[in-house]
């Protein structure tokens, strides 16, 4: 028999995990930006720079030194939030990217929160409805929109209902300094909007081949047999079964969220975490990129942690499993 | 993105392969739909420039003329002619997503398979990488190396196909895990058959199925990433033209001169509906050689 491995320890185990994940995403930042071939800083200042600014920006970036003291530089700083100064803006970088990271929380948690629920429920309707004409239209639909990329799924509803047919929502976000991005709700609606149709197809599928398989199951027709109402069959049998696998693929759209919001960002010029990573990789603004890769990749590293643990929550086998 | 619809293990015998995929995947009637779509939007992307009135390049007409006289489709934001900048603007684009895709699923293979044909500590240590390479979202692996560079398309090419590297690697795993399992890959081990030959000769046409449809899905991804990098400045540079350069050049003049975003953006839109449509269809007909075999 399987020993029952505690919550505790599992917790522990994925965070370890977690911390893991994040020191070699910030090696591989640090290899990319600090010890590629070449000389970093004169890259970014062009071949007109003078020796005095070259002097100053390389102390900036701590290309002085061998690779380890680099490197082992670069860790210090990042450990204890020294994320360096922005090149562009002068300002300190934590101090720059703090309210982008804030409002792009905010796009991805209004997105996530509409999402995820949505796409579980209309998932399971569409496996209650197999094979009749809601189920065919549906698996085409999805299957238009997965492919779509999110900035031309932007794009085209920009085209609907924004300039072309309807003008209803503005096009693009306009803030006034210092006011936050939940005070204009209609500005949010078309960068959340896309960002729903581009994770939503993916949970759907997910959730409906799960249901399938969940009704064919011998508890479920245990439950039928016992003349359980479908009611109760459905939502106290199947649904609570299907979470686990589908918990795995919301976190998988998750994470795929984190990058789509980039292109989203940067197509409604919303002030956040993609859009400014896409100003400072044109200004070459090696700072800010480094420092919103990894916030990025610790987005990332939390939203996977929290969906590990759902899913072992929600399945017992995996919980009690060795 | 994920990949969700392609989770069982495709495996064929000789017999059924002899009737190809494609050809069984073309029995669905969204397969045909889907390759006509593809096949426009190829036909437009490399017939285009031979076709196009004017040159890419060559101002005509004021920025955002009306359509009308020598321009169908109006002029763009310095006055060259939409519809030529639209005829010469996809072919860069479909060259180098298949390229990044060829890249990442040929790599992908390679690691999937060695993965799953070692085992052990090997196995243990590609995986996890992979787990790691999640953390990744592949278009802020392109704008990290980006950022170093400037605009490279050699290395947004790597770069998106190093992206495709982690998960095509793990479905590969998964279709191979059962292969190495089986008695001719035992009988041919014990017959001291060397280990690549085994590889090439024995699990890799018995895991074609799967990467065809794997290489579908990413080459679906791979335009929408390369036409989204260019969308945002870093792919092919001014004055080229571009499908995602388009987008953007001229978005700000949306309601003026609707054609130079409208063209380009449904062009990549039906394109990667067409291929996801035949992706689609080929994964269908994999499953059913799949379910053939165990009936």
Redesign the interface.
């Known amino acids: 028999m399987a020993k029952p491995v505690g919550m505790r320890r599992l917790v522990v185990r994925r965070s370890v995990y977690g911390i ?3 020191w ?2 910030s090696s ?2 640090f290899l ?2 600090q010890a ?1 071939p070449g000389d ?1 800083a004169q ?1 970014i200042l062009g071949r007109e720079a003078t020796p005095e600014r070259l002097a100053a920006l390389r102390e900036q970036l701590h290309l002085g030194g061998s690779l380890p003291e680099q490197y082992i530089a670069w860790l210090n700083n990042l450990v204890t939030f020294n994320l360096g100064t922005s090149l562009a803006s002068r300002e300190p970088v934590v101090q720059v990217i703090g309210s982008t990271v804030l409002n792009s929380s905010i796009l991805m948690l209004c997105a996530a929160v509409i999402a995820i629920p949505l796409s579980v429920a209309f998932g399971a309707w569409i496996a209650l409805k197999k094979n009749t004409i809601v189920d065919s239209v549906a698996s ?1 639909v999805t ?2 929109l ?7 799924i932007g ?2 509803l ?2 609907l209902l924004s ?2 047919f309807l003008h209803i929502f503005p ?1 693009v976000f306009v803030l006034s300094p210092g006011q936050p991005v939940w005070s204009k709700p209609a500005q949010l609606v078309l960068p959340v909007l896309t960002l729903v149709l581009a994770v939503s197809p ?1 949970i759907v ?2 959730m409906r ?1 799960t249901m399938l398989e969940v009704l064919e199951s011998q508890y479920v027709q245990q439950a039928r047999l016992k003349g359980l109402p479908e009611r109760t069959v459905i939502w106290r049998h199947a649904m609570p079964n299907s979470i686990g696998p589908v918990a795995q ?1 919301v976190s ?2 998750l ?2 969220l ?3 919001v ?2 989203v960002e ?2 409604f010029r919303f002030p956040g975490i993609g859009f400014q ?2 100003d ?3 200004n ?1 603004d ?1 700072p800010v ?1 480094q420092a919103l ?1 990894i916030v ?2 610790l987005f ?2 939390v939203v996977n942690f929290f969906a590990d643990v759902v899913t072992l929550a929600a399945n017992p086998k995996v919980r009690t499993a060795q | ?2 990949d ?2 392609i989770a069982p293990a495709l495996t064929l015998t000789r017999n059924q392969r002899k009737k190809s995929l494609l050809r069984r995947a073309l029995g669905a009637k ?1 397969t045909v739909v889907g390759l006509a779509l593809s096949i426009l939007v190829l036909a437009i992307a490399f017939l285009g420039p031979y076709v196009a009135p004017h040159s890419p390049t060559e101002f005509i007409a004021p920025p955002f003329s009306p359509a009308g006289g020598g321009a169908p489709f109006g002029t763009d934001n310095l006055g060259r002619d939409v519809l030529s900048r639209f005829l010469a603007g996809g072919q860069a684009l479909i060259i180098l997503a298949i390229i990044a895709t060829v890249l990442g699923v040929g790599l992908g293979m390679v690691v999937g398979v060695l993965a799953a044909y070692s085992r052990g500590w090997l196995d243990e240590v590609l995986m996890r990488a992979g ?2 390479a ?7 692996l392109a ?8 605009p490279q398309l050699w290395l947004l090419v790597l770069m998106v196909g190093i992206g495709h590297l982690p998960q095509v690697a793990r479905v590969v795993r998964g279709a191979a895990l059962s292969i190495v399992e089986r008695d001719f890959v035992k009988a041919a081990e014990s017959v001291g058959i060397r280990r690549w030959r085994i590889l090439a000769g024995e699990i890799l046409p018995n895991i074609s199925s799967i990467l065809a449809v794997e290489f579908g899905l990413r080459l ?1 991804y791979s ?3 390369v ?2 990098l260019s ?4 792919g092919l540079q001014p004055p080229a033209a571009d499908w995602g350069l388009m ?1 953007n050049e001229n ?1 700000i003049a ?2 003026v001169s ?1 054609w130079s ?2 063209l380009p ?1 449904l062009a ?2 039906v394109l ?2 067409g ?3 035949v992706t ?1 269809g080929l994964a269908r007909a994999a499953i059913g050689a799949d379910e053939g075999i165990q009936a």
């Open positions: 893991v994940t994040l070699v995403v591989v930042v990319a930006t590629l970093a890259a085409v299957l238009v997965a492919a779509l990329p999110e900035f031309v794009v085209l920009v085209l300039t072309g096009a993916y599928r997910i081949a693929v998988l759209q994470a795929w984190i990058g789509g980039v292109l940067y197509l990573l896409v400072a990789v044109t070459r090696l990129v890769v990025i990749a990332y590293v | 993105m994920s969700t619809a969204r787990d790691v999640l953390a990744f979202p592949q278009i802020v704008l990290l190396f980006l950022s170093i560079s400037g679906t335009i929408g990433l036409a989204g969308f945002l400045g870093l987008i978005r949306l309601t609707p975003v409208v953006v990549i839109a990667t509906v291929t996801n449509l689609d």
